[in-house]
């Protein structure tokens, strides 16, 4: 990549190989990507990259429309997103619960969703139930997003503090499940 003057912080362009590569990254991290969605990942420009979008939806590699409600403009996907954007749109809520780090590329809080933006630090923390941010801890403070109830926001504290790992990770790392 390289910067559009030498020596200033501009947007970065990109050959046709180069860019081709960054959209399939962002598509196999996001699953649906479009412009706001952009604003995460710093100096990259959408200009550039919606023509590669439009090149690969149009030799059948991925699928564009409106995928994600509330966003205008152009919006790209991969085929196995859809379906899943389809099943998890018909599930009823499970109240799963998931903590990420706010460093995570997956804390998109204040950027497609409504709030302000958690800062992308390790120890911050953002949680999910059934993929909507309910609750931040941001320096050590927990802040709910969302009305709870005191022992609902008991649990959802000890969900975010709580560092749980997957089962498949842990038998990467020969721990008991």
Do not use: H
């Amino acid at each position: 990549m390289r910067s559009a003057a030498a020596g200033t912080p501009g947007p970065l362009t990109a050959s046709a190989p180069e860019s081709e590569a960054i959209c399939w990254t962002l598509l196999r991290r996001y699953g649906v990507v479009f412009r706001k969605l952009l604003q995460r990942e710093g100096r990259i420009p959408w200009l550039n990259l919606l023509m590669t979008y439009r090149r690969l939806e149009a030799r059948g590699e991925i699928r564009g429309g409106r995928f994600v409600a509330g966003f205008s403009g152009e919006q790209f996907a991969l085929p196995e997103a859809i379906t899943s954007l389809r099943s998890i749109r018909k599930a009823a809520p499970a109240g799963t619960l998931v903590s990420i780090s706010a460093a995570d590329p997956l804390n998109l809080v204040g950027i497609i969703t409504p709030g302000d933006r958690v800062l992308p630090i390790s120890s911050n923390r953002v949680l999910y139930r059934d993929g909507v941010p309910v609750a931040i801890r941001e320096a050590g403070v927990v802040r709910f997003l969302t009305e709870a109830s005191i022992p609902e926001q008991w649990k959802l504290r000890q969900a975010l503090i709580r560092r749980t790992m997957p089962p498949q990770l842990r038998a990467y790392l020969g721990q008991p499940a």
